[in-house]
């Protein structure tokens, strides 16, 4: 099997050595260049394409949105962003998805020891899904080896014969990875003001889910913002995970609220799309409908299937529509799915669900 091949592109020799570390302990992923500037990139991707480049957006010379927008437009490459923008919660990191970028990754923690294993992880299965990313050229889809990885038994058990609470209120479950991003949008846009309580995963770095949350709410008449524990899901609104912490359906008594907490990588993935859909199921079961969109990984397809035996309606992304169909896939592949819809779809049906 022919490697992934990466060019990393980043001003400083510190995180260029650290992405170089990681990706190659990976013997699917080969670097086959390291660049400080957009123009010393450029010079090497004449030599050779890469599969996948790593690209800071705060650089000399060139910035990397202005770099980004001419690979896109020129020769388009799939690009994953690292930079302390994802940090920040810039809007620069949105405008670089709106470019074209894949996904975006914080670069502390690149070079964090102590987040190291995790960000090897999560890395790697970035760059993988970068690979596959559907993008004006076809690139060739290539066999991924999934590794060992934690499910969504570690942070809530599962139960059998959950007894659920008799609620008029109704819970939709969103969970999305690369592409996500934008198909959220097309989503959203859809949506009635007046729709169900919407909760949403999408795999992102810290601090940068709250400036998607703000960017959505500026965009549409729902009430978008970045889920706080205890925050009351209710009509018209949507609640995004935080970036770094899972997300779950929980009831007080009263209402559906969300609770916020720690805990390891769940499908390599925090928030996990599988604990959110394994609380809905428990929690809300038959009031209830769960959403999958692209993505890389099987995150949510296990999670899906347990909202379907719960009695909830279940939607999976089409293959045409998707960016990476890996999670849809898999949740096709599991029977989880009771339906197959294009992204243009969705909104109708969260519409027709209430």
């Known amino acids: 099997m022919d490697k992934i091949k990466v060019l990393i592109v980043d001003d400083s020799p510190v995180v260029r050595q650290a992405i170089s570390a990681i990706l190659s302990s990976d013997r699917e992923i080969e670097i086959i260049g390291m660049a400080s500037n957009p123009f010393e990139a450029a010079d090497l991707i004449k030599n050779q394409i890469p599969d996948v480049i790593t690209l800071d957006i705060e650089m000399p010379k060139m910035d990397g949105l202005t770099f980004l927008k001419k690979i896109m437009s020129q020769h388009p490459i799939p690009v994953v962003i690292i930079s302390r923008v994802a940090e920040k919660g810039s809007d620069k990191a949105l405008i670089a998805l709106e470019y074209g970028a894949v996904d975006v ?42 590794e060992p990885k934690l499910s969504a038994d570690v942070i809530l058990s ?30 959203l846009k859809d949506v009635n003001v007046n729709c169900s309580g919407v909760l949403i995963v999408q795999h992102m770095p810290e601090f940068f889910t709250k400036a998607f949350a703000d960017r959505l709410n500026e965009m549409f008449a729902l009430n978008v913002k970045e889920a706080e524990n205890g925050d009351i899901v209710q009509k018209g609104k949507v609640l995004i995970a935080p970036g770094n912490k899972h997300m779950l359906l929980k009831y007080n008594g009263i209402n559906f609220v969300v609770e916020i907490k720690d805990g390891p990588l769940v499908n390599r993935h925090r928030p996990s799309v599988d604990v959110l859909f394994r609380s809905v199921s428990q929690t809300a079961g038959c009031n209830s409908m769960g ?9 949510g397809a296990r999670g899906l299937l347990e909202m379907k035996e719960a009695g909830a309606q279940t939607i999976a992304q ?20 009771q339906k197959i819809a294009p992204l243009q779809l969705i909104g109708i049906h969260i519409n027709n669900f209430g």
């Open 291 to 299: 959403i999958l969109l692209t993505g890389m990984g099987d995150d």
């Open 318 to 337: 089409d293959e045409k529509t998707s960016i990476v169909f890996g999670m849809p896939r898999e949740a096709i592949a599991l029977g989880a799915a």
């Open 158 to 187: 599962k139960k059998t014969n959950t007894s659920i609470l008799a609620l008029s209120e109704k819970v939709i479950a969103i969970g999305a990875s690369t592409g996500g991003t934008e198909a959220i949008v097309a989503v």
């Open 105 to 146: 990754i914080s670069k502390t923690q690149m070079i964090s020891h102590h987040l190291m294993d995790e960000s090897k992880i999560m890395l790697c299965d970035i760059i993988k899904a970068a690979s596959n990313a559907k993008l004006k050229r076809i690139a060739p889809v290539k066999s991924i080896v999934v």
